[in-house]
């Protein structure tokens, strides 16, 4: 069982705004740093933000700087990422991930235990 569930994806103008949420499940999610990452198709997954433990310490894609914003919610086991001022280049299956016990958010996909299905969103020009 995947135990991270991606919802919040769907069809957007360019220049709106979205949502993801990303709920984790049988995790002690308080140990685990959280990530976002997407696909584009016939593209490799990227880096697009990631969040520490404890949400203190955030770190982004320079593509995404200013733009996009990530959160965490350890009472709810769950984390954001807050997309605005969308793109037509955001289009991309959006997936959230978790790290155990890092010391520092991670922008490396192979550091990453879990993997949620992923979310479609897509961005119209």
């Known amino acids: 069982q995947v135990p991270l569930v991606e919802s919040g994806g769907r069809l957007v103008q360019a220049g709106g705004s979205l949502r993801l949420s990303c709920v984790a499940s049988?995790?002690?999610?308080?140990?685990?740093?959280m990530g976002w990452f997407r696909q584009a198709p016939g593209k490799e997954r990227e880096f697009v933000a990631a969040?520490?433990?404890?949400?203190?310490?955030?770190n982004s894609a320079d593509s995404v700087k200013g733009r996009f914003t990530m959160s965490r919610d350890n009472s709810n086991n769950t984390v954001y990422l807050q997309m605005n001022s969308l793109k037509s280049e955001d289009t991309a299956v959006y997936y959230c991930?978790?790290?155990?016990?890092?010391?520092?958010?991670?922008?490396?996909?192979?550091?990453?235990?879990?993997w949620g299905q992923g979310t479609q969103v897509t961005v119209s020009s």
């Open positions: 991930a978790a790290d155990y016990n890092p010391y520092a958010p991670s922008t490396r996909r192979l550091d990453y235990d879990y």
């Open positions: 969040i520490s433990k404890s949400g203190g310490v955030t």
């Open positions: 049988g995790l002690t999610f308080s140990r685990y740093a």
